[in-house]
């Protein structure tokens, strides 16, 4: 596969769950995003017993987690549930995603002190070094800074920052960047600009190549996975049909960008629980990427064009800068907690909230009716 096929599941149900992995499969997804609910108390009701049906029901299928203050509770989960199938934690393959940076930009909290959380991370990077090596431990997303309303630029700079927080916390406990490299992965929102959304997830890599190299990383360690996300922003509630056209470009500029591991977020999942017509169709819409229109077989698809080559190394350059500024305020942690991203988030999200980037002028006016939900 040039990529993996990510469809979500939801946690707050064992069952629903497991049954949801299943359909997924059938469907022709090759990966799961296994979300949790953190309202309270409704992942409690998972168990060892539940993690372990549902990691063998995924069978080799990849598992990412996204659990983000319940991460480290997940993480036990998991290495619990390898335990219970027999010493097969060495085959799991998937990623725990402790990302507390950013579970602190999107929650306003953690569970945790930091120090704890950066302690928890060592210790899951420990974990799968030495017994689940197809097993990431950390994630850098930039979804909570999107919803927020980051541009590109602020995507990307505040992930490499956000990176490089998180390699100089681990080198601290003795973890050396290139274990750093072999156990991260970044998880980027796609949207509606398609050609930015292309330069980002290209420049992305440039980007923390940069910074491994920096390091010392050795050249085949320094590339880490790319998860794209379509965009949760993108979603509407009323006219909800016009969210599959959006997935498609959102995903189609994905893959041309070289995502690794893409979800297609289903068209009816801005009013809640999706329903199985929702979940085929987010899955069939990278099925026919791949099978009609032929992009598996096409490496690095935008190579060589002038534009997207320029657009990338521009965007690059303005979040390098970005990137810069934030190390010299004292690093990713310090700058999220003095409020200067809720801050600089905020004005970005107000200069560019108004009528003035319509996809068609039904996004303004709406047709009436034809709204999910109650």
């Known amino acids: 596969e040039t990529w993996r096929t990510c469809f979500p599941v939801d946690l707050r149900e064992p069952k629903t769950a497991i049954s949801q992995t299943i359909e997924g499969l059938s469907h022709g997804g ?41 991460t480290p509770a997940l993480a036990a989960l998991v290495a619990a549930a390898g335990g219970r199938l027999g010493g097969a934690a060495g085959g799991l393959r998937g990623a725990f995603d402790h990302d507390p940076l950013g ?36 994630a850098v997303s930039t979804l909570p800074h ?29 973890i050396a960047p290139e274990v750093v490299c072999r156990r991260l992965r970044f998880i980027l929102p796609v949207g509606r600009d398609f050609f930015m959304e292309i330069a980002k997830l290209r420049a992305v890599r440039w980007l923390w190549a940069r910074v491994a190299e920096a ?107 970005r990137f810069r500024h934030i190390e010299a305020s004292g690093g990713m942690a310090s700058y999220l907690l003095s409020g200067a991203v809720a801050r600089e988030l905020g004005e970005a999200s107000a200069s560019s909230t108004g009528r003035q980037h319509p996809h068609v002028r ?3 006016h709406g047709r009436r009716g034809g709204r999910l939900g109650p």
């Not at 700079?157 to 601290?172: F, P, Q, W």
């Not at 998860?227 to 041309?256: C, K, M, Q, Y």
């Open 30 to 70: 090759s990966s799961l995003w296994a979300k949790v609910d953190r309202r309270k108390g409704t992942w409690g009701r998972l168990t060892v017993g539940a993690m372990t049906r549902l990691l063998e029901v995924a069978g080799d299928a990849p598992v990412y987690l996204d659990g983000r203050g319940a």
């Open 103 to 138: 579970t602190l930009a999107a929650d306003g909290a953690l569970p945790w002190s930091l120090e704890t959380s950066f302690a928890l991370m060592a210790d899951m990077v420990r974990w799968t070094e030495e017994h689940a090596p197809e097993f990431r431990a950390i």
């Open 146 to 174: 999107a919803k927020a309303g980051a541009t590109a630029v602020d995507e990307l700079a505040l992930a490499i920052a956000t990176g490089v927080e998180y390699l100089r916390r681990l080198e601290a406990a003795g």
């Open 215 to 321: 390091c010392g990383v050795a050249p085949d360690t320094r590339a880490v996975p790319v998860h794209a996300i379509t965009s949760p922003r993108s979603l509407t509630i009323r006219d909800p049909w016009v969210n599959i056209l959006r997935g498609s470009v959102e995903s189609f500029a994905a893959v041309v960008g070289g995502a690794d591991v893409l979800t297609v977020l289903p068209f009816d999942s801005a009013a809640g629980q999706s329903d199985e017509l929702g979940r085929r169709i987010a899955v069939n819409t990278q099925t026919i990427l791949r099978e009609e229109s032929g992009l598996d077989r096409v490496e690095d698809p935008a190579a060589g064009s002038y534009f997207v080559e320029r657009l990338t190394h521009d965007l690059a350059a303005a979040a390098w800068e």
């Open 362 to 364: 039904g996004r303004r």
